[in-house]
C-alpha cells in the first residue's frame, strides 16, 4: 500500500464511521449508559433529561400554591389546585419521552391526569377544536387538536419517576404527550384555554415542524 | 543574532487553523451551556443561546471556505498531501521505535490534522442535521446529537493534548512561533524534523553535491 492510501483510508474511513453515527450513535450511547454507573448518565449523549428552559430562569411554583385554569369553550371552566385534580382522575403510565433534538429518555414513569378525564370534567364545548397549554415561563405555549389531546396517554403530570414532578421537569404540573416531540410537553402548565383553531406553539413560532408525531426514526 | 528561520506554514494555513481554532471553542461555550442541565438551567434563555451558537457555526464555515477561497490553495494541498502520507519512518514513530527521522509533521501531528478536518465535517455535518431535523422531522436521524456530542468529548480530549504540546512540553512547545508568525527556529527544525530541512534544502539547492547521481 502506498503511503499516502494510508492517511486517505484513516480520514474517509473516520468520515464514513461518522455518517453512519448519523443513524446509530444513540444505539452505541444508550447501551453505554446502560452499563455505565449512574452517576455519570449526564454525561452520556443522547439517553437522558436535558433541560431546555426558554426564559432567564425558570418558574419556582410550590406544589401548594398552583393554580391551574381551565377556560374557553367550556361549560364549566375554573381554577384548579393540584388536588383538585387529583380528584379528577389520576392514571399511571410508562412511556418513552422523544426530543427533536435528538435524545430519547425509555421507560419514563407518570403520574398524572389525562385530558381526556379532565375536558369531560370541565364540558368541553362542540367547537372547542382546540387545546391550548400556556407555561408560567412566558412566552412558553403550545397547542394540541382536541383530537390529539384525547388519546389516552396524554396527561397532565405531577409525578415522574415516583417522585414528584420536579422543577427542572417542570413541577409541579406539566403536559405529557408521548406520542409527539417535546416541545409539545408543556412544562409549569398554569392555564389552558379550549379554543375553535389549535395556535402555533413557542418553538412552532421559531421555525420547529408543525408535524410533532414521533417518527420512525427513533425506532418507535 | 537573530536565530536561522524556516517558514513551516503559510499565511492560509494559519488563517485555517486560527478560524477554527477560535470557532471551535466559541461554539464549545455555547454547546456545553446547552448540554449539561446545570448550566442550561442556571443561564436559561436556551432560544438564545442556541442562535449565538448556530450563528458562530455560519462564521466558521464561510471564513473556512473564504480562507480556502481566496488563500494559497497549493500551499493546503500540499500540506494535505503530507498529512496524508503516512511513510515507513511515521509509522516506526508510531510503533514507539525512536528516534526516526521525521518530515514538517510527525506521524502524531499528521494523525491529529486528519482527525481534525474529519471531524470539521461531521461536526457541520451533523450540526446541519440538527438544525434540518427540527425543522422537518424527514431529516431528524436517530444518531445525529449523539454523534455531535460524542465528537465534542473526543474533541476537547484532541484540544487539552494539542494545548499541552503547543504550550508546555518543552520539546514541541517552540512550534507554536510557526502557527503564529509561520516560522521555527531552523536550528530546532533540523533537531525535531530533520527530513522537511533536507528537503528543503534539496529544493532550495537544485545543485547536487555530487556528480554521482547527475543524469548522464
Redesign the interface.
Known amino acids: 500500500m502506498d503511503d499516502r492510501a494510508i492517511g486517505r483510508g484513516a480520514f474517509l474511513g473516520l468520515v464514513g464511521t461518522g455518517v453512519l453515527g448519523l443513524f446509530f450513535a444513540r444505539d452505541l450511547t444508550s447501551a453505554a449508559r446502560r452499563v455505565l454507573p449512574s452517576q455519570v448518565d449526564g454525561f452520556v449523549p443522547g439517553s437522558n433529561w436535558r433541560i431546555y428552559t426558554v426564559a432567564a430562569s425558570m418558574p419556582k411554583i410550590a406544589a401548594d400554591d398552583l393554580r391551574v385554569t381551565v377556560d374557553g369553550l367550556v361549560d364549566r371552566p375554573g381554577t384548579f389546585t393540584l388536588a383538585d385534580l387529583q380528584q379528577v382522575g389520576s392514571t399511571a403510565q410508562v412511556s418513552d419521552f422523544h426530543c427533536v433534538t435528538g435524545w430519547t429518555v425509555e421507560d419514563v414513569r407518570w403520574v398524572g391526569v389525562t385530558l381526556r378525564d379532565l375536558l369531560g370534567h370541565v364540558g368541553a364545548q362542540p367547537g372547542a377544536k382546540a387545546v391550548r397549554f400556556i407555561s408560567a415561563e412566558k412566552p412558553y405555549e403550545d397547542s394540541l387538536t382536541r383530537d390529539q389531546a384525547m388519546l389516552g396517554d396524554v396527561m397532565l403530570a405531577w409525578q415522574m419517576d415516583g417522585a414528584p414532578l420536579a422543577r427542572e421537569h417542570g413541577g409541579p404540573l406539566r403536559l405529557v404527550m408521548p406520542a409527539m416531540y417535546g416541545y409539545k410537553s408543556v412544562k409549569w402548565v398554569t392555564h389552558i384555554r379550549l379554543e375553535s383553531t389549535p395556535q402555533p406553539g413557542f418553538w412552532e413560532r421559531n421555525g420547529y415542524d408543525a408535524d410533532a408525531w414521533v417518527g420512525r426514526s427513533n425506532g418507535a | 543574532m537573530e536565530p536561522e528561520r524556516i517558514l513551516r506554514f503559510t499565511r492560509t494555513e494559519r488563517a485555517l487553523h486560527w478560524v477554527h481554532a477560535v470557532s471551535f471553542f466559541a461554539m464549545l461555550a455555547t454547546g456545553i451551556v446547552?448540554?449539561?442541565?446545570t448550566l442550561?438551567?442556571a443561564i436559561?434563555?436556551?432560544?438564545l443561546v442556541k442562535d449565538v451558537h448556530l450563528l458562530t457555526a455560519v462564521v466558521w464555515v464561510v471564513a473556512l471556505a473564504g480562507v480556502i477561497g481566496f488563500g494559497n490553495r497549493a500551499a493546503l494541498r500540499r500540506t494535505w498531501?503530507e498529512?496524508?502520507?503516512?511513510?515507513?519512518d511515521?509509522r516506526a514513530w508510531l510503533a514507539f521505535r525512536r528516534p526516526v527521522a521525521q518530515g514538517r509533521f510527525n506521524a502524531g501531528q499528521?494523525?491529529n490534522t486528519?482527525?481534525t478536518?474529519?471531524?470539521a465535517?461531521?461536526f457541520a455535518?451533523?450540526g446541519l442535521?440538527?438544525w434540518l431535523?427540527?425543522?422537518?422531522?424527514?431529516f431528524?436521524?436517530?444518531?445525529?446529537?449523539?454523534?455531535?456530542?460524542?465528537?465534542t468529548?473526543a474533541s476537547v480530549v484532541l484540544v487539552v493534548g494539542h494545548l499541552y504540546l503547543a504550550l508546555i512540553h518543552p520539546s514541541t512547545r517552540h512550534a507554536m512561533r510557526g502557527m503564529t508568525s509561520g516560522q521555527v527556529d531552523l536550528e530546532w527544525a533540523q533537531r525535531h524534523h530533520p527530513k522537511w530541512v533536507a528537503q528543503v534544502e534539496r529544493a532550495a539547492d537544485p545543485l547536487p553535491t555530487s556528480g554521482s547521481d547527475q543524469p548522464g
Open positions: 446547552m448540554f449539561f442541565s442550561a438551567e436559561g434563555r436556551r432560544p498531501a498529512v496524508e502520507s503516512i511513510d515507513a511515521d499528521k494523525i486528519i482527525v478536518v474529519a471531524f465535517l461531521l455535518l451533523s442535521f440538527l431535523g427540527e425543522r422537518n422531522h424527514a431528524r436521524f436517530d444518531g445525529t446529537g449523539a454523534l455531535h456530542d460524542l465528537l468529548f
